[in-house]
């Protein structure tokens, strides 16, 4: 059974869309983790028929992952898969992205915008190939997109996932991860779509934060 | 002759001391902590009242200016307990969202 786990913040305006057009979709268990939301997030969330849990305060992405993943887990979920809030994935992609789990050749997937037709901005493009970069510095794992909310794992290896960057950072750790636990991962075009309306996305200054917490983890833990 | 420097800094660490000591008496902080501060601020008025005093632990370690090892131990002392003050964070941020995690899934 495929679990799709939503972690959302002030996104009341997309929230019941991307929800319903999941439910619509067949895929019928949807956990939305409200992470402390200031609007209504959690009522459109349930009204729209997601499992909806909530962070009494706003804890950051990471942590609303984490959060989500561990309930799938305890409802019993073989596949899970991360999705973002603002409709900015597709759900005909999903399928393309749980495969390699169904098949068994891959333990974790990771949607990529660059292999597939994605029209990506530019400066959007500049800072997400420096955090490839990054990653290929840090981790020695050649990514073409390691930054994007769309991912899969296998039940097995969700077990093992334990998130530890609230914020931002946890794109990284979890790549970090994969290598440290050795598990079998594949990436998967996948579009993205972009909004103007999506808001607070990689700044400048959230990128150098992710970039300190790297470091941080890689000293001292 | 003494300088004003001298005055204000001699006070400052006693009053430094005073707030090290009501913690501990309070205790907010351990022994061991209120010990670390006692003797930070105890050389302070030391070195504050005989300054010719720096030169020879400077003179012998390689810094020129007797005054120069306050501020490079002072900068080094900061940086210290900036790490420190940034673990003790990170940590608390760590239990926070297990708190948090925890009355999420509680329902």
Known sequence: ???????????????????????SFGYKNVIVVDDGSRDNT????????AIVLIHSINRGQGAALQTG?????????????????????RIEDIKAVVAPIKEGSADVVFGSRFLGHSKVPLLRRLLLFG?????????????????????AFSRKAAIGLNILSDRMGHASEIVDW????????????VVVKYSHSRKGHGSYAQALKVLFDMLWRKLFQ | MIKVVQIVAV???????????LRWKDKEVSLGEFLFWSVTWIILILLSLFPEYTFLLSARIGI????????????TLLFYLVFRMYVRFEKMEQA????VRGLAKRK
């Open chain 1, 1 to 23: 059974m495929v679990w799709v786990v939503i972690a959302a913040y002030n996104e009341e305006a997309n929230i019941a869309k991307v929800v319903s057009s999941l439910l």
């Open chain 1, 42 to 49: 959690f009522k459109e969330a349930e009204n729209s028929g």
């Open chain 1, 69 to 89: 993943v561990e309930h799938a887990l305890e409802q019993g979920a073989d596949i899970i898969v991360t999705f973002d809030a603002d409709g900015q994935h």
């Open chain 1, 131 to 151: 955090s490839i970069f990054v990653v290929w510095v840090f981790y020695r794992v050649r990514m073409t997109d390691a930054h994007n909310g769309f991912r």
């Open chain 1, 178 to 189: 994969v290598k440290k636990n050795n598990l079998r991962f594949v990436e998967v075009p």
């Open chain 2, 11 to 21: 006070l400052f660490a006693l009053f430094a001391f005073s707030r090290a000591f």
């Open chain 2, 64 to 75: 020129q200016r007797g005054v120069d090892i306050f501020v490079y131990g002072g900068i």
């Open chain 2, 96 to 99: 926070l969202t297990k708190v």
